[in-house]
């Protein structure tokens, strides 16, 4: 059975189709590459199914659950989470506040607990603070625990975007274009960093318009054009693909 | 069914009705173009019918002479608006203009209370025949207020579609930063907007006292009402705002007639609150 | 230094101590001890307003409306069904919290930010309209009066010394309680929602639910602080609705300072000793107070509190290395209080 996989998925915005009738499968375990040129509706699809938007037609289901049209923090409870194409942080608050504040699934502490600060309560912060250490230290953030998030780097900015997701203890994480605006080593360490998510257990689906960066790490490849799939398999497949070549790659070479 | 009753409670409504497109296109206008609620409109308003009493009582200017005066004055004083209440809080959060809007409209009533009293004060209207018409009583100086109303919305409605001013107000209000890297002045456009709205409400202030006396405290309830006018038809949507300002002042006086005029008051509330249940972005907004 | 773990300490304890003291030399009169107990009123109005603007980054024009409605209602049982003021004070702020849970869910579904302001406004208006016009059950524009003070053990707490020292206890009970709010699971999902929510709902934050249920919270808090209003001051009227309220719940915030504790508090004070210092003034009095608060805005537009605890920090030393901006984002406490 797939984790994630969408049937006849459809969105039309005034007529016109951004996403069209796309059938995807992520299994346990995949690093799914999502890719395709600008505009070609990768971002649309993953809103889709996220939450951030409804589908005019066709179904979402994950963990054999059908999931279309539930709320996004509905769906983060059951541990599909996913970052944006421009980085979303809380930026005015400490790198320990961010993750800390983004471990609202993971928090135990009650209310009553946090109103007379019980010993209980104090072991679960405790907990928490560990817990956010782990975490920065995974993304390489320790040293800057204590630093205002907008004043990181973009590089950093992605980093402590993953941790946040990270911190809701997530099944699966969708990514939405991580490389952008990042330098060649910021991108590699990035995608160093998804592979270690990934060896940590946590299935991926990776929005990617740069084929290059992602065919090192993906398991698998859906590629869209126009809001329809045009190709699927493995990087291999798909380098070789004669559609894939004259749509995308092809377009690339000849520009 | 009286007829003369429904037909006299139609003409009623759109008198209301008409004060509140005028006043509530200037509210929404601001609103749609800067993203800043100007609680002072209400003022404005207020300011522009006591200096009516002013000029044509105290100064012995005729009606029409004095409300030219009035209205350019008020709009001129638009500028000034923008410039110490609404521009030096732009970059601050949106509640801090809010507040400065406060400050003004608190210095704005309690001045005038200071200056005319808290006395009603009328004014003398330029004409003031009555008419029948059916079986429905008009005065002339009504009759003006329709007149002056219509023609205010579509030099209004001109000047937001068909000049460059109107194009360069709407690209700002859609996207400031946009607007900017295009060209536009945007400080322009936002002086540009509170004269046209400061000169609206001044209008509108110019006009109830055709239909009612000129008292420092009429400023707040039509705010009010404006504020339902605007969340009704959408916020910062001016056409919408005009639509709805005619049907809500003609519904309120049928309201007021036929069911209770106890609640004629709340009246205004209870559309924006079923609006709200069932299209909270407003009849005419987008979402 | 414990001072740089609780960054509210600074000011918070030289304000109690000025606060408990005040009556023994400055306020010695009955009529200035009434001045203490709306500077407190105020202030639990205030912090009740800034939890919608501080911690949910939002605005309720509508806030007086709760604020009024609370009073109505421990009035109304009191002299109606004779009940304790004692059970007045419970059950203002849960029928006005009630009510704030119903419009909020009618107004934050789809609005937020100045949309919202228009919305609360609008229903503060028709709540306003209500009490004017109900006279059988609201009293009409005369209000209701006679509201009998509360008593503890036979004792009628009717001095306003009494009460001073009694809403004082409360409100230091509310400073408690919001601090505590701000870093409990509930209070750091409000915040992820203020900054950023997008983020939030993806990280699993339900957003609206989050928000209905703290804008509820913040109307239970003010329709308390208007039962406390109305067994002190013992009449309720439209006003107490109205948008002159709301207005003064606003300077007081912005006057203090959104997004923290005491600014709410120090902005009570100063509106209430400012404005009866101008009173002097007579019918020039409002007119002047619109000029010092727009003086105000324009040189002070973070508020008084912020201020001034940028030069306590100086005087201090314990500034942060992230500044001003840092601190506004950080809570009381997670800095490190207790991780350390």
């Not at chain 2, 295009?182 to 046209?196: E, K, S």
């Not at chain 3, 202030?43 to 939890?51: Q, V």
């Not at chain 3, 109305?230 to 300077?251: E, S």
Request: proline share 3%.
């Amino acid at each position: 059975m797939a984790l994630l996989e969408t049937k006849g998925l459809t969105k039309l915005f005034g007529g016109l189709s951004a996403v069209d009738r796309l059938h995807l499968r992520v299994e346990q375990g995949d690093i799914m590459g999502l890719i395709g040129p600008n505009g070609s509706g990768k971002t649309t699809a993953l809103n889709l199914i996220t939450g951030f938007l409804k589908p005019t037609e066709g179904s979402v289901t994950y963990e054999g659950q059908d999931v279309t049209g539930l709320e996004p923090h509905e769906l983060a409870r059951k541990g599909l989470v996913r970052t944006f194409q421009i980085t979303t942080l809380f930026e005015n608050l400490t790198v320990r506040d961010n993750i800390l504040h983004g471990s609202h699934l993971a928090n135990p502490t009650t209310l009553m607990g946090a109103l007379v600060r019980s010993g209980r309560y104090r072991r679960q912060r405790a907990d928490m603070e560990a817990r956010a250490r782990e975490l920065l230290a995974l993304v390489g953030l320790e040293q800057r625990i204590d630093s205002v998030a907008r004043d990181l780097s973009a590089g950093e900015h992605r980093y402590l975007e993953i941790a946040i997701a990270l911190a809701a203890n997530p099944r699966m994480v969708l990514l939405d274009e991580p490389a952008t605006g990042l330098n060649p080593e910021e991108a590699a360490y990035l995608m160093d960093l998804i592979r270690t998510l990934s060896r940590e257990g946590v299935t991926i689906l990776l929005v990617e318009h740069n084929m290059r960066l992602i065919t090192n790490i993906c398991t698998r490849i859906t590629v869209l054009n126009f809001g329809a799939k045009i190709a699927e398999g493995t990087p291999g497949e798909i380098v070789d693909d004669e559609a894939v070549v004259t749509a995308y790659l092809g377009r690339r070479r000849g520009a | 069914m009286n007829w003369d009753i429904l037909g006299q409670q139609i003409w009623n409504g759109l008198l209301n009705g008409s004060i509140y497109v005028i006043f509530a296109a200037g509210l929404s206008l601001v609103f749609g173009v800067m993203r800043v609620i100007n609680m002072a409109h209400g003022e404005l308003t207020m300011l522009g019918a006591m200096l009516l009493f002013t000029v044509t009582s105290v100064m012995g200017l005729s009606y029409f002479a004095g409300a030219a005066l009035v209205v350019v004055m008020m709009a001129l004083a638009g500028f000034l608006v923008n410039r110490v209440t609404v521009r030096p809080f732009l970059g601050h959060s949106e509640l801090v203009v809010i507040l400065s809007t406060v400050a003004l409209s608190f210095i704005l009533l309690n001045g005038s209370l200071v200056v005319w009293g808290s006395t009603p004060k009328g004014v003398d209207k330029p004409f003031n025949e009555v008419l029948q018409v059916g079986g429905v009583y008009m005065t002339t100086a009504q009759i003006l207020l329709v007149g002056v109303c219509f023609t205010a919305v579509l030099a209004l409605y001109l000047v937001l579609t068909r000049t460059k001013l109107g194009k360069m107000t709407r690209a700002t209000g859609q996207n400031l930063l946009g607007a900017r890297l295009i060209g536009i002045n945007t400080t322009a456009v936002y002086d540009a907007t509170l004269i046209i709205a400061s000169g609206l409400a001044a209008l509108a202030g110019v006009l109830i006292v055709l239909i009612s006396a000129a008292s420092p405290n009429l400023g707040q309830p039509l705010l009010i009402t404006g504020f339902a006018v605007v969340i009704v038809a959408g916020m910062g949507n001016v056409g919408g705002a005009v639509a709805v300002g005619l049907f809500l002042g003609l519904t309120e006086a049928l309201f007021g007639q036929y069911v209770s005029t106890f609640y004629r008051q709340g009246y205004l509330y209870v559309v924006m609150i079923i609006v709200l249940l069932l299209r909270p972005q407003g009849l005419f907004g987008r979402r | 230094m414990r001072l740089r773990n609780r960054p509210g300490l600074w000011f918070g304890a030289p304000a109690l101590a000025v606060a408990a003291t005040a009556p023994l030399f400055l306020f010695t009169n009955s009529y200035n001890r009434g001045l203490l107990v709306l500077i407190v009123i105020y202030a639990m109005a205030g912090l009740s307003l800034d939890y919608i603007m501080g911690e949910m980054g939002q605005f309720s024009f509508g806030h007086a409306a709760f604020w009024g409605f609370g009073a109505y209602v421990s009035a109304k049982l009191a002299l109606d069904l004779g009940v304790s003021p004692w059970i007045g004070f419970l059950a203002a702020p849960v029928a006005a919290g009630l009510v704030g849970l119903l419009i909020g869910y009618i107004a934050l579904r789809r609005t937020r930010g100045l949309e919202l302001a228009i919305v609360t406004l609008g229903f503060g208006v028709l709540a306003w309209t209500v009490a004017l016009r109900w006279r059988p059950v609201t009293g009409g524009p005369a209000g209701l009066r006679q509201v009998p003070p509360p008593s503890l053990l036979g004792w009628e707490i009717r001095s306003e010394l009494a009460y001073y020292y009694f809403a004082l206890l409360l409100l230091l009970g509310v400073v408690f309680i919001l601090t505590r709010l701000r870093e409990s699971r509930f209070g750091r999902a409000v915040r992820s929602i203020h900054e950023n929510e997008d983020l939030a709902s993806s990280i699993g934050v339900p957003a609206t639910r989050s928000y209905v249920f703290a804008f509820s919270f913040a109307c239970a808090l003010v329709g308390f602080s208007g039962a406390l209003y109305a067994h002190h001051f013992r009449f309720v009227n439209p006003n107490l609705l109205g948008l002159q309220y709301m207005f003064i719940f606003l300077i007081v915030v912005l006057l203090g300072g959104t997004g923290t504790v005491w600014g709410p508090v120090l902005g009570a004070a100063i509106f209430v000793l400012v404005s009866e210092w101008l009173r002097a003034l007579q019918e020039y009095r409002f007119l002047i107070f619109g000029v010092v608060l727009l003086m105000v805005v324009l040189f002070m537009p973070n508020g008084v509190f912020p201020a001034l605890r940028r030069v306590a920090r100086r005087v201090t030393g314990s500034g942060r290395s992230g500044g001003e901006e840092a601190a506004r984002g950080a809570y009381p406490g997670s800095g490190g209080s207790e991780a350390g």
